[in-house]
């Protein structure tokens, strides 16, 4: 199980952080991948942090201003936001595919991944 916090309301520029906390089993070696879903258009993937070899991967809307890290020890992963926009509002989905890990060529895929959280929702106003 995953478990979304952290999202609230901020204006344009301002700064949230996010936690996924996983419960029932270790983030130690999975992928795991934020997705972020607005009103009225698709999920898409925005950032990624490969636990098992710590590399991390970015859209590139959000690159630069997002930053994905973890705390094993807290089995919890983290998605510091800065510089936000109103582009930026969505609910905002951590997920985990069946398999720990999963190829970089399909991270953004949504349908890569079978576990979610609920979601927690950002809006940024101007």
């Known amino acids: 199980q995953l478990v979304e916090s952290g999202g609230g309301q901020v204006q344009s520029g301002g700064s949230l952080k996010l936690s996924c906390t996983a419960s029932g089993f270790t983030l130690n070696f999975y992928t795991i991948t934020w997705f972020r879903q607005a009103p009225g258009k698709e999920r898409e993937g925005v950032s990624c942090?490969?636990?098992?070899?710590?590399?991390?991967y970015y859209a590139d809307s959000v690159e630069g201003r997002f930053t994905v890290s973890v705390d094993k020890a807290k089995n919890t992963v983290y998605l510091q936001m800065n510089n936000l926009t109103l582009e930026d509002t969505a609910v905002y989905y951590c997920?985990?595919?069946?398999?720990?890990?999963?190829?970089?060529?399909?991270?953004?895929?949504?349908?890569?991944?079978?576990?979610w959280g609920q979601g927690t929702q950002v809006t940024v106003s101007s």
């Open positions: 997920a985990a595919p069946p398999g720990s890990w999963i190829p970089p060529s399909i991270i953004f895929r949504a349908g890569s991944y079978d576990t």
């Open positions: 942090i490969s636990n098992g070899d710590g590399k991390t």
